[in-house]
């Protein structure tokens, strides 16, 4: 059997790159990509995956990485995060601007790039990380609720107008994953990120990279049209059972 292609977004931390380790023990041939080049030769070299340069906010860049693929069956649209946690009332339009940018256009000129190949791969499958924040709202994280939320309807979009070619479609929408994700968020605030998994027991990336492993590998006819997960610690976006 030729082994599959597996594209992942934003593999230099967290999710993507314990996605990446998944899919390539699963014997998936893995295209990497995202801007920390050091970060991601250093796992290319680790697990036989190629190495690309990727912003997804970039044209000319994503341009250059979809055509460097020369096919692929699964895709998993990962890169994304949150800038920032403020008030509609105080809200920082860069940081918006960011959000949307990675999340939602990211997310599109990507996918919209790769169609044409996952479609004739014969059996393609396009996994989204959106996230809990893609179903619900909360105070204060208007700006990465909303692009989630876009980021959810562009996926679950691409599932009907899809509906009969031969592309599966899975949306994995996660809450508390300890990663950079609050690093990135809080601009480097460690003491800031860690009080977020503060007296909980998160979700940690390879719990998501598992699932994902999971969903690649189910036969042709399987949709899992939607996946939630949270830690058992939290019950909503925003109520956690801390201890201590
Ligand atoms: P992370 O450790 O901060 O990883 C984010 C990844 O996205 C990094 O590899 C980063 O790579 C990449 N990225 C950011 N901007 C990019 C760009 N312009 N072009 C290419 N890659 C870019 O956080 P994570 O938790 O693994 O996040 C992965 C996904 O899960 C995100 O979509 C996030 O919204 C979602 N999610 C996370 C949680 C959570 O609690 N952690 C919960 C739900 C959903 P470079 O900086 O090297 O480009």
């Given at each position: 059997m030729t082994s599959r292609t597996a594209v992942v977004t934003g593999?230099?931390?967290?999710i993507g790159e314990a996605t990446a380790r998944q899919l390539a023990a699963q014997g998936y041939h893995v295209v990497v990509g995202a801007r920390r080049q050091d970060r991601l030769r250093r796992l290319a070299d680790e697990i036989g995956a190629t190495a690309l340069p990727l912003d997804v906010t970039d044209d000319e860049s994503v341009r250059a990485f979809t055509e460097a693929v020369d096919g692929v069956d699964v895709l998993v649209n990962n890169a994304g995060g949150a800038h920032g946690l403020a008030p509609i009332a105080e809200a920082d339009l860069d940081d918006w601007r960011w959000m949307w940018e990675t999340n939602v256009l990211g997310t599109l000129r990507i996918t919209k790039a790769l169609l044409p190949k996952l479609i004739s791969s014969g059996d393609g499958l396009i996994v989204t990380v959106t996230s809990i924040a893609a179903l619900t709202t909360y105070e204060n994280g208007g700006g990465y609720t909303s692009a989630k939320h876009a980021q959810g309807v562009l996926h679950r979009t691409l599932r009907d107008e899809l509906l009969g070619q031969p592309v599966r479609l899975t949306e994995i929408a996660p809450g508390a994953v300890e990663t950079e994700f609050s690093l990135v968020r809080f601009e480097g605030d460690a003491e800031r990120a860690a009080k977020v998994y503060q007296g909980i027991d998160p979700l940690v990336a390879q719990d998501i990279a598992e699932i994902i492993g999971f969903v690649a590998d189910r036969?042709?006819?399987?949709?899992?049209?939607q996946i939630i997960v949270k830690p058992r610690?939290?019950?909503?976006?925003?109520?956690f059972a801390r201890r201590g």
């Open positions: 593999a230099s931390s967290g036969p042709a006819r399987v949709n899992l049209d610690d939290q019950a909503s976006a925003g109520r």
